[in-house]
């Protein structure tokens, strides 16, 4: 589940201690790809893919590679059906929600076909445009109360649901386990530590501040109330001077680049996977091979109940499904 | 609400955008009976309608309201709304937009409040007070004109926009004092099982005017006295604002919220839900510490 829903699901699990749910939720993706990084930087030249085929042998090895091709094809597909749903609720109300789907789709499949090299570039591009997501942020205080930030671990705390609640935070990140593949690709790997705790510092600050910013807007009752708090802040804010009195307009602009990069890096992740289960010296086949599958997985859910629904079932299968994988890799 | 829309929408031609909605007019008796549940549950689903549209309750019928202008204002609406934003910048009226409303209504240890609006004679209207709630449904209105000045200094609200009449100690002239910022500090104990708030009000302000050349304001101690005055009235103006909600049992300022963020520990033991928080309400005891302090007095030197 994308940043919309990110407050809600925090507030639901932790209440006022919401953003300390999210905090742990961080810190609990920053562990799992700090192993996942460490093993890539072990075997600098190969994908998850290959050098668990030495780990854990190839039988195994192909179980789960092809589990995670399904997995992150699923990934895919759910992020570009909530987007879709997010759009046709929101803004382009008569546009049928498998139009703007299959546009999404399309546009990551098409630019799939690129390699590597164009691949970091495109996400180093869309970097700056985490800048207006600040901004709103910024804007907002002035609406928010530090009361609805205390207590800090929340009424009636209690462990399990913050344990839950972080961990569906930190499936948030599960796209950042492109690093995998990425880590080939690069000059001097042993340097993706650190690209990899900068990522994460910046996209979980970035979080971490949407959380704290809702929360003391809204409150944390209300928060739970709304189905993309994110979102609502947006609306609530306005530009100084009145020049724009609402604010999500310009927020959805932006937010499509953001889910456009997930995406992009989902998709890749999956074609990569399947282009290594494969043994094939190529992803790009598969790039418009898997759209119709993808599309159609989208299609499922048959409504948005359902969908997030599904989404939450899927990000928790993941997190014990990835972090199983990770500890096994990293013990053997 | 969707329903008459769709009526509504019978009616006209051309299709209903509710993107531009700017002011909402509730009538006394649909927030009474009805209540708000019903039409905030459609304001916050629908994507068009703003979050920072204003929601007012009139008294007596909402479309009399609504068609009430001055003979140059060309729509009504515009001028309800101006009438509105210009209060809130000049500190006369909080910024409680329908966004604030839903957020208020949602939190266990605070209720909403709207602006009570009323038609005056010869096309104009009054912010006379405001409304207050019990959940979705209205409680009752603020009783007195100066009561919205007393919740935007218990909840905090900037700028002061207040002016009041006072008489000098010891004198029989009066001055206005008109108040521009406004603190206030809410502490909370816990005190034989019960919360004990201490609330430190502050009001910074000018002399705007006095009644007669009897008295001097040249002179320090008259300063003081007038101080002492404003605050003596401050206080008789926040215990009957205090009584009212305790009567109504609604609990506009949030000194739940401050129960709940700053006693957890009482606060999930023993009360939890807005309801027992209301039930609560009316045997906490609030103090008030007040200072004042008269920075100007205008053109005049004395």
Redesign the interface.
Known sequence: MGVLALSRLAAEAGG?GAPLVTLLGVLVSTGGLRILTKLGTRFPRESIVGYSTRLIGPWCAAVISGVMVLFFAALTALTAREFAEVVV???L?RTPVEVTTLTMLLLTALSSRANMTSFAYAHLFYLPFVMPGLLIVVLSTK?GDY??L??L?G??PQVGSFVVGALAISALFQGAFIMAFVIPAMRQPEKAMRSVLWGIGVAGGLYLLIVLATVA???A??T???LWPTL?LA??T?LPGEVL??LDAAFLVVWVTAVFTTLYSTYNLTLRAARDLFRMEDHRPFALFLLPYIMLMAMLPTDVVHLYLVMRRRSRTGTIGLGAARGRTDDE | MNDALQQLQQQVADKLFLGHLRIIVVSEDFARQQGMEALSDFL?RH?EV???VWVVVSKGSASDLMQTAPPLERVPTVYLMSTLDHAKQLGKLPNDFF??F???????GREPILPYVEVMQKDNVNISGLVMFRRYRMAGTTARPFDIATYMLLSGVQPGGYTMMVQIPGHRETVMWQAYLRKRRITVRIENGRPHFTVRVHLDGNITEKSSEGVNLDDPRVLAAIDDAVGQKLRSNLDAFITLTKALHTEPV?FG??V???Q?GY??RYV?TKERWEALYPDVKIDFVITVRTHRVGMKAV
């Open positions: 006022s609720t929101s803004v109300t609406n009361l609805n205390l207590p671990i009424n009636a807007v809204f409150g009752e209300a739970r109330e709304f609502e609306r609530m306005l009195e609402r | 916050v994507p703003r979050r920072t966004g604030m839903v957020s208020k209504v949602a939190m266990r949030g919220e401050f709940r963020a700053r957890p606060w999930d939890q």
